[in-house]
């Protein structure tokens, strides 16, 4: 999500990663299945919950630099989630 490495200003290499980006919004749907997602996997940080959410239904790798919520929210719900640190 957009949210947890955005902090305005210039920021070059982030503005040409998000080029080639497709951005989807965080409906109702999405919005109780990370919310769900949290209390399973007994975490706080719904941003994580909606990353794994979406990256899970599209068949996505994450890239990160903590990847250890990210795993432990997928493993809670039973899914392989591919996540690269960075």
């Avoid at 719904?46 to 250890?68: H, K, L, M, Q, Y």
Wanted: hydrophobic share 50%.
């Amino acid at each position: 999500m957009l949210a947890q490495a955005w902090r305005g200003g210039p920021q070059a290499a982030l503005s040409r990663l998000l080029a080639g980006c497709r951005f989807e919004a965080l409906d109702e749907a999405g919005s109780r299945a990370a919310g769900a997602a949290c209390a399973r996997s007994r975490r706080a940080d719904v941003v994580d919950a909606s990353v794994v959410i979406g990256a899970i239904a599209r068949e996505d790798a994450v890239f990160t630099s903590d990847p250890a919520d990210l795993v432990a929210i997928a493993k809670a719900l039973d899914e392989q989630l591919v996540v690269h640190r960075v």
